[in-house]
């Protein structure tokens, strides 16, 4: 599975964006969708998941201001960040699993997108 992701940038304090990921491939469907993000000189975190359910998951640096959707007739995942902080500086990784069609059979397949850069100045 391909993954393409967009919509980061340059925002102030306390201001939006909106990211979001497309996914391409044989897909037969998409189970989970996630958003992870790497700051400088840190781990790579989970900031929200949204399952095949519709059920999310969000770290509780992000709770309230942040949300995840997905709309599964364009295999896409959202993440709207709102309030921004500068804690929240980061490339944020789109990451889904699908199971995809192989030759006669399916299987489950891991994508991650390039990256988006999110920089939130004060």
């Known amino acids: 599975v391909q993954l393409q992701a967009s919509g980061g940038g340059l925002v102030q304090v306390g201001g939006s964006l909106r990211l979001s990921c497309e996914a391409s491939?044989?897909?037969?469907?998409?189970?989970?969708m996630g958003w992870y993000r790497q700051a400088p000189g840190k781990q790579r975190e989970l900031v929200a998941s949204?399952?095949?359910?519709?059920?999310?998951n969000y770290a509780d640096s992000v709770k309230g201001r942040v949300t995840i959707s997905r709309d599964d007739a364009k295999n896409a995942a959202y993440l709207q960040l709102n309030n921004l902080m500068p804690e929240d500086t980061g490339v944020y990784y789109c990451?889904?699993?699908?199971?995809?069609?192989?030759?006669?059979?399916?299987?489950?397949?891991?994508?991650w997108g390039p990256g988006t850069l999110v920089t939130v100045s004060s």
């Open positions: 990451n889904v699993v699908a199971k995809i069609r192989s030759f006669w059979n399916t299987r489950t397949d891991t994508g």
């Open positions: 949204i399952a095949q359910s519709g059920q999310t």
């Open positions: 491939g044989d897909i037969v469907s998409i189970n989970d």
